[in-house]
């Protein structure tokens, strides 16, 4: 409902597929004098589109040690780094706070203490709002008011619109009640490369490397950096590091804080 859930569910008109009858006949059979509510979907048309993101970070991860010493053959990685985008995720369902049986003419629905279930949307009606709520797969929809009680009759969609069914209802016991409560997940991206250092190998005295960096599309752009003979410490790109030998198949080296 709109006090409740605006907070917690993108507000999103649709035209809603999930569960609502377009039999002419049915609808002649079963309405209550045709009356239709628009009704304001959570989604566009899956159920577990309700979720939003509650929380983002991003984490940068090395494949080295600092201070230590360490080598690398050629051709291999001396230095790599990936950063990973952590998305925490909630969606909010309300949860049946007693056993209840709803029973029609020609139907008979059990609701458990405790089970869950996710609001596909929400209507107006007569000024109040109420969460639609949905049952089962034939269609059949109760709706919640803002204190979280259950009305006595079932509802059904027809053309994306929400319509009173004739059938008799009743709810026993009476005054059944839903309560709002949160569920959360958590979701790693796909890495994405930052850069790598690579060792090429040890030509006329000189050891050769590789920088390759990725930018955010993941295109990689290399630069060759030389290292003379002799000289200890560099800074490649930032990378600072302590070489502490150079050979035609490995170079040792230290990265340095």
């Not at 800074?235 to 030998?245: A, E, F, H, L, R």
Request: include cysteine.
């Amino acid at each position: 409902m709109k006090k409740i859930f605006i907070s917690a569910l993108a507000l999103t008109v649709a035209s809603c597929s999930l569960f609502e009858r377009n039999d002419d006949n049915y609808w002649l059979n079963h309405v209550r004098n045709y009356s239709t509510y628009p009704v304001n979907y959570y989604s566009s048309g899956s159920l577990n589109n309700s979720e939003k993101v509650v929380e983002s970070s991003e984490i940068a991860t090395h494949t080295f040690k600092r201070n230590v010493v360490v080598s690398a053959n050629v051709g291999q990685r001396m230095v790599d780094s990936q950063t990973f985008r952590v998305n925490k995720f909630s969606r909010t369902k309300v949860m049946a706070q007693q056993d209840a049986v709803i029973s029609s003419a020609n139907n008979e629905i059990s609701i458990r203490k405790g089970q869950e279930f996710i609001p596909a949307g929400e209507v107006v009606i007569d000024g109040i709002y109420y969460a639609l709520i949905r049952l089962d797969d034939d269609g059949s929809i109760l709706l919640m008011d803002e204190r979280g009680y259950v009305q006595n009759k079932l509802y059904g969609l027809y053309k994306g619109e929400l319509m009173p069914l004739k059938l008799q209802t009743s709810i026993h016991p009476n005054g059944l009640r839903m309560v709002p409560t949160d569920t959360f997940r958590t979701a790693v991206d796909a890495p994405k490369q930052n850069f790598e250092i690579k060792y090429d190998g040890f030509n006329n005295g000189m050891a050769e490397v590789t920088y390759i960096g990725y930018d955010e599309n993941g295109n990689p752009h290399a630069q060759k950096y030389i290292i003379p003979q002799g000289q200890n410490f560099v800074d490649i790109n930032g990378v600072k590091m302590q070489v502490t030998g150079v050979y035609p198949d490995r170079i040792e080296y230290m990265l340095l804080d």
